[in-house]
């Protein structure tokens, strides 16, 4: 049945992971929720999810690298639901090697659905919400849209390619007047099928660097700063929040930390079973859905005790978020000089 109240959504990416579980959530508040991924089977139990959780689903296939398919998918939210409140750009894919081991079709490849993805998601948004002077895009990033780190060149760059053409975009509607709003989400490691997803090269199979969260953490911060979008972007885990901060402080130190750590830090033992999901979903017609955790459940944190103050910024809690990146920073130099 209809939600007669709730916002209409568009989550991109929203067949697994930080993109599924943010649909769910999305779901528990009413909202209509238009899923757009490449994985039917992933998005056929993605619609499941969002009507038992109390929203309306609207299923729809779409490659996000695809400007001309983003903006049918657009136009067949709008024609389905009337209009778009809050459009959600998650999608993404990565190669898991060393920067010389990526070919360039690769490269472009991730280029193209993890940066261009978020373009064209946000030029299909601004084409519908700036007509009727509102909306929000929430453009979901990582530590690793200001902190490179090995193995993940390709995706580092579309992070920090998102993060200044987000940037730029804020300014231009600051300025314009618009009630449009855009916000970014800066995420630390998560629980999500991508480490088995991803193309690797590596010995080991990829893993997330510790501390790893759930990703209904993300859910519910993607969820509050979709509602409260003036604010330019939330950092959710401490882990984010020290990560951020001493790269601002002593990047070169951070540097020379991961360059020691950074490439057992991203593998397990254990062989890399997947072709990866760069050119076909992993959850196709062939494949099985995934759902949105990954294989990490036991070692994975279901709440950010940093996220909720950021959600409830007070002098207090910005004291604390700080002191949390000083003490990271510490801890940091510390483990370099040893």
Request: charged share 20%.
């Amino acid at each position: 049945m209809r939600t007669q109240h709730g916002r209409v959504v568009v989550v991109t990416g929203a067949s697994g992971g930080v993109g599924r579980a943010t649909a769910r959530a999305f779901a528990a508040r009413g909202d209509r929720v238009a899923l757009l991924a490449r994985g039917r089977e992933g998005l056929a139990a993605a619609a499941d999810e969002v009507q038992r959780a109390g929203g309306e689903a609207l299923v729809v296939p779409v490659d996000v690298a695809d400007a001309k398919a983003v903006d049918d998918a657009a136009q067949q939210v709008v024609d389905a639901f009337g209009h778009i409140d809050v459009w959600v750009n998650v999608a993404f894919s990565g190669v898991f090697a060393p920067f010389t081991e990526i070919t360039p079709d690769e490269f472009r490849r991730v280029t193209e659905v993890s940066y261009l993805g978020y373009v064209f998601g946000t030029r299909a948004a601004l084409h519908h919400m700036l007509p009727r002077d509102r909306g929000t895009i929430v453009q979901v990033g990582s530590a690793l849209a200001y902190r490179g780190i090995p193995l993940q060149s390709a995706y580092c760059g579309a992070k920090h390619a998102i993060q200044g053409f987000n940037e730029s975009l804020r300014c231009e509607l600051l300025h314009s007047g618009t009630g449009v709003r855009t916000t970014m989400v800066q995420l630390p490691a998560m629980n999500t099928p991508q480490f088995d997803w991803v193309l690797s090269r590596m010995p080991g199979r990829a893993r997330p660097v510790a501390p790893v969260f759930q990703p209904e953490v993300a859910a519910r911060a993607i969820v509050h700063a979709a509602s409260h979008a003036r604010r330019r972007e939330y950092w959710v885990g401490g882990s984010t929040v020290g990560t951020l901060l001493a790269n601002a402080a002593v990047p070169g130190l951070l540097e020379r930390y991961l360059a020691r750590t950074g490439f057992d830090a991203q593998q397990d033992e254990g062989e890399h079973g997947s072709p990866g999901n760069l050119w076909s979903p992993a959850d196709g017609p062939h494949g099985r859905d995934f759902g949105p955790h990954g294989r990490f459940d036991e070692e994975s944190h279901n709440r950010s005790a940093q996220n909720w103050l950021s959600r409830n910024r007070t002098r207090a809690g910005a004291a604390l978020a700080v002191g949390a990146g000083v003490v990271a920073v510490g801890r940091l130099a510390r483990r370099v000089r040893a």
